[in-house]
């Protein structure tokens, strides 16, 4: 037996419903042993036996109920390159989705009120004269019918086959019912007249009710876009060639033909092509694409590289240890992709609810026809064909489908505002029920970029001094410690001298000549390499560590000449924050790759109590999944893109705005404002959406529940009361409405 787990897209979907069969479906075949089919993603994960089935019988299997699903690759895996090729061609066929599902919105909607206007009792009187016309309604009704319903049908028929229904299934024949209906008052007035009714059609309910399922569909396909955005970024960082030593010659090749074992040589300023080991050389090199940390890390023979991170200063050979699909960035990019295809236990609650709605209102129109037709006296079919109506109209899922996304448009308005960009309905359903918030460090709680934060001169050196001299050594420096430093004078307006024979020291500092003196600038290694006596500052230079600094040390003609601490410094709104989220009960952890006296540092400076430091880039998401198991609802708050795999596993991902793509592409809530304290501001933000959404799915729900037996008859043997399918769709309406008014009164909400 060889398990295999494949990710892969399926066409069709359009809600919880649609999920359900899906996912029983892929179930049922011989071999698969999970199947994840993910809605907003519209993507499923299968895990399946290899040996037993192959990815044609799924495919022939998601056919056989009305969807189309894309194969995977043989293996089961895709290739970076031929995926960036597959999100590019994914998402050209969406925009063209869009734009079609756009154009048949406004076209539905257009018609819809031009037919209200022209049919609907009272409003009818205002109305011109030509509007009022059953055929040309029939007409305008016939368009909407069978070109913009046309997808309802495509899904129903083949899911009624297979017996197998949908929303699509309601909406079809719900709409159907009403417009066959109405062009029968049309086309045969005289009869329906004979019978006692008053012959007025219902075009309106049938082209207003497409139009409005429509509308709600463009938003969340709109919405839905950009889901594949993170993947495609996330391998764009790649290098795309490599310069390899091959027969005792540099050549440049593509990177999917560096094998492992190839030495590598890498030039400044140029991405390292994959993971690897320094044959020769040393440098400095920015890790913080794939670690989120500011400060560039020196390498040299023997030390790790990553693929995708950038060279700074030095030229070194390595020698290639991983590739493909095994290089760090392949593995977050299959992190992310996992992530992202899983899906919230809540959700498959909401799932299974749906499943049955469906069935249960058709099963009652049959049930509604079927007892009229039996008992309903010499009008037996009219009362039978009506009421069945009736019931469809007034079950129509309008409301429940507007519930949500109504209240989300203004809730996700009302974020904007405020500068909070949430992705989706879900994102909303769960954020208020978080009670632990995990906050990476670097450029999330800090700013991400080191900054001068103490001057301490030594041997009767004064502070401008010690600031000019070392700022003018480092001048010549690539090191971001350097730019530190540099900066931190320009801020001062301290002017710089002239260096010369200036010399970086790997690992060590900098050295040249200031003003005729010889200077050394750099760690403790470098004092001890020089013989610069640090002996009575010791203590000043521990205190300074423990604070979380890097303390850099000046020596002039032999002598120590004072001391510079660098740190990453706390962003303003950090400690307002994290003591906001404490007063609703939330626990708040720190993450980081630095070392754990540097992190407590910090977080006793912000009161964070919960510390998990020296965590590796691809532990973050095992991490969260860890307090996860605790039994607890986890927000992710990061900016790096080592945060992208875990703000995706995260019940809920909260991204920097002043972060990277990547990591706002994976999380479910992004800060634009970059303010920490917008983080309470989007749970409170949640609890509000969340209260209108489930008083409109009461009101939805509601309707159906009290109204669908009184469109059935109930109400009949006691009252003679029976519900003509306009006041159905004037109920209809009215629950629209009222749910629409509910979100309205949102904006009324401060956060």
């Not at 010399?503 to 610069?532: P, S, T, W």
Request: proline share 3%; with cysteine.
């Amino acid at each position: 037996m060889a398990e295999v787990k494949t990710t892969f897209p399926i066409k069709g979907m359009h809600c919880a419903s649609c999920v359900r069969v899906l996912e029983k479906t892929l179930s049922r075949v011989v071999g698969v042993k999970e199947a994840n089919v993910n809605l907003a993603t519209e993507k499923t994960t299968v895990t399946y036996d290899d040996k037993e089935c192959t990815p044609e019988q799924m495919e022939s299997a998601v056919a056989g109920v009305g969807y189309k699903a894309s194969l995977p690759s043989s293996d089961g895996k895709a290739m970076v390159e031929g995926e960036a090729i597959d999100e590019d061609k994914e998402k050209a066929e969406k925009l063209k989705e869009l734009k079609s599902l756009k154009n048949k919105v406004i076209v539905s909607l257009i018609i819809g009120a031009l037919i209200f206007w022209g049919g609907f009792p009272g409003l009818m009187d205002i109305a011109p004269s030509f509007l009022k016309n059953f055929w040309l309604q029939l007409v305008l009704a016939t368009i909407v019918q069978f070109w913009p319903g046309l997808e309802f049908y495509k899904a129903t028929i083949p899911a009624l086959k297979h017996r197998t229904a949908n929303m699509d299934t309601l909406v079809a024949i719900g709409t159907t019912a009403a417009y066959l209906y109405s062009a029968a008052v049309t086309i045969f007035p005289q009869i329906i007249q004979g019978l006692g009714v008053e012959p007025l059609p219902y075009f309106d309910v049938a082209t207003i009710v497409i139009g409005l399922i429509l509308l709600g569909r463009y938003f969340e396909a709109k919405a839905k876009i950009g889901t594949s955005e993170a993947i495609k970024k996330l391998i764009g960082l790649q290098a795309k060639t490599a310069r390899v030593l091959r027969d005792g010659k540099e050549v440049d090749i593509p990177i999917n033909e560096v094998v492992i074992g190839d030495i590598i040589r890498v030039r400044p300023g140029e991405k390292i092509p994959v993971d690897g080991v320094i044959q020769d050389g040393e440098s400095s090199i920015d890790e913080s694409m794939i670690t989120g940390e500011s400060i560039p890390v020196d390498k040299a023979r023997g030390d790790t590289v990553v693929g995708a991170t950038m060279n700074k200063s030095g030229t070194f050979t390595y020698k290639a240890t991983k590739v493909g699909q095994e290089t760090m960035l392949a593995q977050i990019i299959k992190l992310v992709q996992e992530a992202q295809g899983s899906k919230a236990p809540i959700q498959r609650v909401a799932d299974l609810i749906s499943s049955y709605f469906v069935p249960i209102v058709i099963m009652l129109s049959i049930a509604t026809f079927a007892v009229w037709y039996v008992f309903g006296g010499s009008q037996a079919f009219l009362f039978a064909l009506l009421n069945t109506v009736a019931v469809l109209i007034i079950a129509c899922p309008c409301a429940m489908g507007l519930a949500t996304p109504t209240a989300i448009m203004v809730g996700t308005g009302i974020g904007a505002e405020h500068g909070i960009l949430i992705k989706d309905a879900e994102s909303l359903e769960i954020a208020h029920k978080v009670n632990s918030i995990v906050f990476d460090k670097t450029g999330t709680l800090t700013k991400g970029q080191p900054e001068v934060t103490d001057i301490i001169p030594a041997n009767q050196v004064s502070k401008a001094e010690l600031l000019k001299v070392s700022a003018s050594v480092e001048k010549g420096s690539e090191h971001s410690l350097a730019e530190a430093i540099v900066k931190g004078a320009e801020k001062k307006s301290v002017a710089l001298s002239k260096v010369e024979k200036f010399k970086a020291i790997a690992g060590h500092g900098v050295a040249g000549l200031v003003d005729g003196k010889q200077v050394y600038f750099g760690n403790r290694k470098l004092m001890e390499q020089e013989k610069i006596g640090i002996g009575n500052y010791l203590e000043q230079i521990e205190r300074l560590e423990n604070e979380g600094k890097t303390v850099m040390m000046l020596g002039i003609g032999g002598k120590l000449a004072g001391l510079i601490g660098v740190a990453d410094t706390i962003k303003d709104s950090a400690k307002e924050g994290v003591e906001a989220l404490q007063k609703r009960g939330i626990e708040v952890i720190m993450i980081t790759g630095d070392n754990q006296r540097t992190a407590n540092a910090i977080a006793q400076k912000l009161g964070i109590k919960r510390i998990l430091a020296e965590v590796l880039p691809d532990q973050k998401e095992a991490e969260i999944r860890k307090i996860q198991s605790e039994g607890k609802v986890v927000a992710m708050v990061g900016d790096g893109i080592n945060d992208a795999p875990a703000l995706a596993a995260a019940d809920i991902g909260i991204a920097m705005g002043t972060g990277t793509d990547v990591a706002i592409e994976a999380a479910d809530i992004t800060l634009i404002n970059k303010d920490l304290r917008s983080v309470a501001s989007a749970i409170e933000l949640s609890k509000k959406t969340m209260r209108t959404i489930k008083l409109n799915l009461f009101w939805a729900f509601g309707y159906n529940v009290i109204l669908i037996p009184v469109a059935m008859g109930i109400l009949y043997p006691f009252f003679t009361i029976l519900m003509n399918p306009i006041f159905a769709s004037v109920a209809m309406a009215t629950s629209s409405i009222s749910v629409v008014s509910n979100s309205l009164l949102l904006k009324r909400i401060k956060i």
